[in-house]
């Protein structure tokens, strides 16, 4: 069974810190693998998706890096915004591919201040 | 604005009270999620739907009564829930097979 692990649970910086948040899968055997980002009270937004073929993303300030056989990934953020501040959520889909059988970590709570 | 709404934002039900929650997408996806957030848990699918038909029903109790008219709208009927029911509850779509997720607001249940 999937399980996905996120290091740490909360993460507290000063504006303009470059930061990287963890994710840790224990099954390689994935199609895809998202980070989302949830702000209080709301649904998730997606960031970034990286395929299990693919090393890394990118987005803006955003990198997001795969090692699949190891079963981890990183968000780096660069120079944070307090705008950053939400809980990341990292999530797999397992090799039959889509979105059916994502498995979400519990996230990292951010917080940017300013 | 994801393109996925649900309804109602705020729900407060008791034990023994009958309610639904709604949701549509207007992303023309074939395939819509609901998931349920609890505090200090993994967000956990509970249901999926591609092209109107239930394609996973990941161990819900029969308290959760989905509903999918068609590929648009996506309905969650309550009852008899439990306290330990309340919890966030997302719905979101996606193409079939495809990668990209779209999450609603959610519907924050309240169960007394």
């Known amino acids: 069974k999937q399980e996905v692990t996120q290091i740490p649970a909360a993460l507290s910086v000063p504006e303009g810190e470059n930061l990287v948040l963890n994710c840790s899968f224990t099954?390689?055997?994935?199609?895809?693998l998202q980070w989302f980002r949830q702000d209080p009270g709301k649904g998730l937004t997606s960031l970034l998706l990286?395929?299990?073929?693919?090393r890394e993303q990118t987005s803006g300030r955003l990198n997001a890096s795969l090692d699949k056989s190891s079963g981890r990934s990183t968000l780096y953020i660069a120079a944070s915004q307090p705008g950053d501040s939400a809980t990341y959520l990292c999530?797999?889909?397992?090799?039959?591919?889509?979105?059916?059988?994502?498995?979400f970590g519990k996230g990292t709570k951010l917080t940017v201040n300013p | 604005e994801t393109g996925v709404t649900q309804t109602p934002r705020h729900l407060v039900m008791g034990m023994t009270n009958k309610k639904s929650l709604k949701c549509e997408q207007h992303?023309?996806?074939?395939?819509m999620y609901w998931y349920k957030q609890s505090a200090k848990k993994p967000l956990e699918l509970m249901f999926v739907?591609?092209?109107?038909?239930?394609?996973e029903n990941n161990s819900v109790p029969s308290r959760f009564s989905p509903e999918c008219p068609n590929s648009s709208h996506l309905f969650l009927h309550l009852h008899t829930l439990q306290p330990e029911d309340s919890a966030l509850y997302l719905c979101?779509?996606?193409?079939?097979?495809?990668?990209?997720?779209?999450f609603g607001e959610g519907s924050w249940l309240t169960v007394v």
């Open positions: 999530a797999v889909s397992g090799d039959r591919g889509g979105s059916e059988k994502l498995v």
């Open positions: 992303l023309g996806h074939n395939a």
């Open positions: 099954d390689s055997a994935i199609y895809n």
């Open positions: 979101a779509s996606s193409q079939s097979r495809g990668n990209t997720i779209y």
């Open positions: 990286i395929q299990s073929s693919q």
């Open positions: 739907y591609n092209f109107k038909e239930q394609t």
